[in-house]
């Protein structure tokens, strides 16, 4: 039942997600319009004894003379030992047009042996981008989300105390050399490609204009002529297609999750004829040893009798059951739920399916 209900559910989910019309700009990606990962190594102070063990992470060491260096604080030939600090890796992602003192999210993540960043506060850090070159500078106190407790014989850690966020933690300090203004092509590249969905754009954008200034090049690819759209900037041409809506085509899929035993099935999943007959088989094997004891002051020894019980049990299944073909996901559906079987001996009727050719969608196993 629980199964029966659940791909109803999914049989539903598709036809409203994918019925309507999408944004064009929830489907594509445009040139240009892209934010840059950034990445820095610094330092955290603050921690209630649970930092990084410097015996076990020298680095963190190494960094922390560095920043007292600079502070003017003479550290040569000194032997640091503390446990509030902890070495991390800091990371962000620099949004597309972003100026200098805007302020970005970002995320720390320990690297050594530290037990918490919990209470923690991040060090003035340069994040840098592909090419070298800093691009914001981050700084302030840490958002752990995690817990953890630690006793002489054991401990309990609830979520992950070594990494966590500092929300608007960095400023930008260098812009993007990007001119987006003097491009008077512009590329829409697609997250999904498909010839149809391309070819949908392409009509939905000339259809707005009224004349020819978008071009499908390929798949994924939908060339717009910025010159050709009489706008003022590439920003207003943008700014004037983003809202239109276009039907999206999908590849048929069925993806399943063997660990939790959930299947995920799209609108123009098919099935063919097919006949399939599933069944059981359990063996259990039971060890029952048998303690033989000497009589008293007899001189005997104690032993061990093994006794073993083995069995095989086979249930009857659900029988050869018919899969007619399918012409909808509601008809898939009702043909699986007519084997009556669990969600998990599902996901192998349905992999016997595939391997025998009768299963029309990408099978994808999780």
Known sequence: MILRVLLLWLCLLPTLAWGGAIRIKDLVEFDGVRGNDLVGYGLVVGLNGTGDGLRNAPFTEDIMANILERLGVNVTNEQLRPKNVAAVFVTATLPPFSRAGGRIDVTVSAIGDAKSL???TLIMTPLTGADGQIYAVAQGSILASGISAQGDAGGVVRGVPTAGVIPL??????ELDFDFSSLRQLRLALR???????GRIEAVINASFGRPVAAMLDAGTVMLDIGATRQASPAHALGRIENLTVEPEQRARVVVDQRSGTIVMGADVRISRVAVAQGNLTLRVEETPLVAQ???????????VPRTRAEIEEDQGTGLAELTDSTSLSQVVAGLNAL???????????????????????????
């Open 118 to 120: 919990l209470g923690g």
């Open 169 to 174: 933690g960095a400023r930008v300090e260098r």
């Open 294 to 304: 000497p009589n008293p002051f007899s001189g005997g020894q104690t032993i061990v």
């Open 340 to 366: 009556g079987v669990a969600p998990r001996d599902m996901i192998d009727i349905l992999k016997s399916i595939s391997a025998a050719g009768a299963l029309h969608a990408d099978f994808i196993v999780n």
């Open 192 to 198: 999904e490609p498909d010839f149809t969905t391309a």
